[in-house]
C-alpha cells in the first residue's frame, strides 16, 4: 500500500487519543512514524526515527517508537533503554504480532490502537507518573 494511502486510512484523532489516553497512566513517551520511505530493515530505520524525533532525551529514556513504513510494509515497535530492560523481547513479539494481524485484515487504526494500549499498559506498570510529570513530546502522528 502506498503511504498517501495508509495515512488516509488511519483515524489520526484515535490514534492521538490514545496515546493521551496511555501517557496520562505513565511518565513514558508514546510516538507513531509513518515513513514514505521503504525499510526493508525496518528496526535500523525505526531507531533513526527515534534519535531524530529526540526520544533517547526523555528524562526516564522510557519512550516507545511504532514506526510503520507502508511501502515495504513492514513495521518496528522499539522503546528506549529502560523500557527494553524492563519488558524484553517477548513483549515486542508479543505486540508486533498482534498489530501484524490486524495489519493483514487492513486494520491499521486498530493495528496501531492495539499496540498503543498494550505499549502504554507496560508504561504504567513500571513508569508511573510523578508528581511533576509533564507530556515531554507531541502525540500526533509524525508523517515526515
Known amino acids: 500500500m502506498k503511504q498517501p494511502e495508509f495515512i488516509q486510512r488511519l483515524d489520526h484523532p484515535a490514534i492521538e487519543a490514545a496515546i493521551a489516553q496511555a501517557e496520562r497512566l505513565t511518565s513514558g513517551e508514546i510516538r507513531v512514524v509513518v515513513t514514505l520511505v521503504a525499510a526493508a530493515e525496518p528496526v535500523p530505520a525505526a531507531e533513526k526515527a527515534f534519535g531524530e524525533l529526540g ?3 526523555t528524562k526516564q529514556r522510557n519512550g516507545v517508537l511504532f514506526f510503520v513504513a507502508p511501502v515495504s510494509q513492514t513495521f518496528a515497535v522499539i522503546g528506549d533503554t529502560a523500557v527494553h530492560e524492563k519488558c524484553g523481547d517477548a513483549f515486542w513479539r508479543e505486540v ?3 498489530m501484524t494481524a490486524s495489519f493483514k485484515c487492513g486494520e491499521f487504526t486498530a493495528g496501531l490502537l492495539h499496540g498503543i494500549g498494550r505499549a ?3 508504561l504504567a506498570e513500571h ?3 510523578g508528581p511533576d510529570d509533564t507530556d515531554e ?7 515526515p
Open 137 to 143: 513530546l507531541p502525540n500526533r502522528v509524525v508523517c
Open 96 to 98: 508486533s504480532a498482534a
Open 55 to 57: 526520544m533517547a532525551g
Open 120 to 122: 502504554g499498559a507496560l
Open 127 to 129: 513508569f508511573p507518573p
